[in-house]
């Protein structure tokens, strides 16, 4: 289905949601499989922007989104720094309200809701992202 | 992001639509602290009309509830299946109260 290109702006999010909602209708994903694409992207995109890129900035986010025969293959890039997810500490769950840590949730949801998930940093800069979700059928 | 706010004799019902993502987290989290500011922290969030959370909007959420406890209670109205699938994939649905109908909410206030 080709790629496409977006600038660096959380205002941005809405326009990333609305091109993988289009390819995951297209791949013939449920609407839960839909809404799971959707969360993924949108995690994705802002953990660039917001940890990647450090909030607003002309860079590019470039998102390719391939339809399988099981399924939806969406692709990230980015120019940001190197990023390891082993850095990232999980967010605890299930546990009392007060010590609920804001952190870690978006990358945890990226996993929760695709079934393949693969960062590969490059040695210099940028990263790749590709995350797969499959029918359930 | 338009939010608009009703104040009834027990609680405060709050209420936006669209998605709660990055990009406006922070208006939603704005208008809840204004509302906690006043003192009242019984507050019904009526979600019919959103159709995306993101986790930048379920921590706006955590943390109002976590102003509001113990004296009161952020509950949550009519939330979309894949909104609340998610949270509760990610373990942190018990964190709210969740109603199907508004009427229902603020009487049990």
């Known amino acids: 289905m080709g790629t496409k290109r977006f600038s660096c702006s959380l205002q941005n999010l809405e ?96 996993h929760k809701m695709m079934d393949e998930v693969k960062y590969e940093p490059t040695a210099d800069r940028g990263n790749t992202l590709t995350m797969i979700k499959h029918h359930a059928r | 992001m338009e939010i608009k706010t009703t104040e009834f004799k027990r609680c405060t019902m709050i209420k ?35 159709n995306f959370v993101a986790s930048a909007g379920w921590w706006v959420l955590i943390d109002i509830q976590k102003t509001c406890k113990p004296s009161g209670e952020l509950v949550l109205v009519k939330v979309e299946k894949g909104i609340k699938d998610s949270l509760n994939l990610v373990g942190m649905g018990s964190y709210f109260r969740t109603y199907d109908d508004v009427t229902t909410a603020v009487g049990d206030f």
Do not use: W
């Open chain 1, 15 to 110: 326009e990333i949601c609305d091109y993988v909602t289009h390819c995951a209708d297209e791949a013939g994903l449920s609407e839960s499989e839909v809404y799971a694409v959707q969360l993924a992207v949108d995690e994705a995109s802002t953990n660039i922007m917001e940890h990647g890129y450090g909030r607003e900035c002309p860079e590019r986010i470039d998102i390719t989104c391939e339809i399988l025969e099981d399924g939806l293959k969406v692709v990230i890039y980015d120019d940001a720094q190197p990023f390891t997810p082993e850095g990232v500490p999980e967010p605890e769950t299930n546990v009392p309200l007060e010590d609920l840590k804001p952190r870690g949730l978006g990358l945890f949801l990226i």
């Open chain 2, 16 to 50: 936006t639509s669209g998605r709660i993502d990055g990009s406006n987290a922070q208006e939603l989290a704005q208008a809840l602290k204004t509302i906690t500011s006043k003192g009242m922290y019984n507050i019904v969030f009526d979600m019919s009309e959103v």
